[in-house]
């Protein structure tokens, strides 16, 4: 048995269009927002945690309606196809009304700009978790890590092209002296990008005969984890205790690791007189760790198991924080050695990311993936929208010393709810002698 990884790379191109836009709407939205609307930077920082609070309720929503979805085009693809054209058609409106305010400002522009901003969010919320729940759909069981690395490199590649656009497009040469810069140009790239990603995804994969020949390798195979019944999965009691510990674990890693991703400019810039380039560069000495990690990680986790490898990131996780924390009370300057650390956290984070997503769905049936997708968002989400207001109250009336030990030990309890997770962990199976030759590839 071993993964087509031709053919996830096709399913990873609507990952690759989403995280595209969101790069974009990350880096874009908060300049045009305070540089041509004037918002301050709290109402911007509310406006810009709205979309967590939407995936909140969208992303379980849409992946469970998905799931019930009966098409021609299989029970993903409609969804992927139109939240791609509504999403694509919509952020061209945004830059349009921010040229408009910025040559003639008018409340009603400001109300339509937010107005389409939000149902943008909503549109990209109700695609997202059926778009991740293609390749579980089109995978057998034992075979999704290494599906989830190559999906997340997928997505870390829209980010890198992302961002290599806007350098060519918005270079310091070219926005040098302008008044007002107009991001026109960016969107329309951006979502021709979005729309020839999933074009080619639609023309390339067959969802209905993919899903159907892995539903048959999983009858063939069961896991005696779950029953199916006419209403959806039905978890026997210990797996519903494993998916409640795996769930929490989803959680506390997430508010470790966000906390350090969204205070750690400001961190070291205050604690260790750190320039925003160099900051900048660590985490993204960070994400580079991660990208070059995620096959081998899937790999790993298909030979010693998805737990194992899980735990060991997380231990790496919270000693990498606990060391930033010590570094702080040794050292009051910026030191390269903090890259290295930093790639560290990459790593371990690329041996966390990979194999929890596998190891929700591996608990349910085929019928219920994009159910089982949208409570992997919903924890996950509520762990970012909740940790930069509670790791932000901790810098400013507590001390800025407190981030790294915050996260570490958020990373550090998951460490321990993770070990009492008893389900959800399959390795592919290992062929000797002349069965090495007879290998399915899924």
Not at 151 to 158: K, T, V, W
Request: hydrophobic share 50%.
């Amino acid at each position: 048995m071993k993964l087509n990884y031709r053919r996830t790379v096709l399913v990873g191109l609507a990952f690759f269009s989403i995280c595209a836009f969101w790069q974009m709407y990350n880096n874009v939205i908060p300049l045009i927002l305070t540089n041509t609307f004037h918002v301050s930077e709290a109402v911007s920082g509310v406006i810009m945690a709205a979309d967590n609070v939407l995936a909140l309720f969208l992303l379980p929503l849409f992946g469970a309606v998905s799931d019930r979805s009966r098409c021609r085009m299989g029970r993903r693809m409609p969804f992927i196809l139109a939240g791609t054209v509504g999403a694509v058609v919509l952020m061209q409106l945004l830059p349009l009304l921010d040229d408009s305010y910025a040559a003639a400002p008018a409340p009603w522009k400001t109300a339509a700009f937010v107005g389409v901003l939000g149902a943008l969010l909503v549109v990209m919320g109700t695609y997202r978790s059926p778009a991740v729940a293609l390749m579980p759909d089109v995978t057998v069981k034992p075979l999704r890590s290494r599906g989830n690395a190559v999906i997340n490199l997928m997505g870390a590649l829209g980010g890198i092209l992302y961002l290599l656009v806007a350098s060519v497009l918005y270079s310091a040469k070219a926005t040098d002296g302008l008044a007002h810069v107009s991001y026109v140009r960016l969107f329309a790239v951006v979502g021709v990008l979005m729309a020839v990603a999933v074009a080619v995804l639609a023309l390339t994969i067959r969802e209905p005969a993919l899903a159907a020949q892995a539903a048959a390798w999983e009858k063939a195979h069961p896991s005696g984890e779950e029953t199916t019944t006419t209403s959806g999965t039905v978890l026997t009691p210990p797996v519903r205790r494993s998916l409640g510990f795996l769930l929490s674990s989803i959680a506390l890693w997430y508010i470790g690791y966000n906390a350090v991703e969204t205070w750690f400019t400001t961190y070291a810039s205050r604690v260790w007189d750190m320039s925003l380039g160099e900051a900048s560069l660590c985490l993204t000495v960070a994400t580079g760790g991660a990208i070059v990690s995620y096959l081998p990680v899937g790999a790993l986790a298909s030979r010693i198991g998805r737990k194992k490898t899980i735990l060991a990131g997380v231990a790496m996780l919270t000693a990498c924080f606990f060391t930033g924390f010590l570094f702080t009370l040794t050292f009051d300057r910026f030191s390269p050695v903090l890259y290295g650390l930093f790639a560290l956290v990459g790593l371990a984070w690329a041996a966390i990311n990979v194999n929890s997503l596998p190891m929700v769905v591996e608990l349910c049936s085929g019928a219920d993936v994009g159910k089982f997708t949208g409570y992997y968002y919903t924890f996950s989400m509520a762990a970012q929208t909740v940790t930069p207001i509670l790791a932000g109250w901790l810098l400013k009336y507590v001390s800025y010393t407190t981030l790294f030990p915050y996260a570490a030990l958020f990373a550090g309890l998951s460490f321990f709810t993770m070990l009492q997770v008893r389900h959800g962990d399959s390795r592919a199976s290992r062929r000797r002698g002349l069965e090495a030759f007879e290998e399915m590839e899924i």
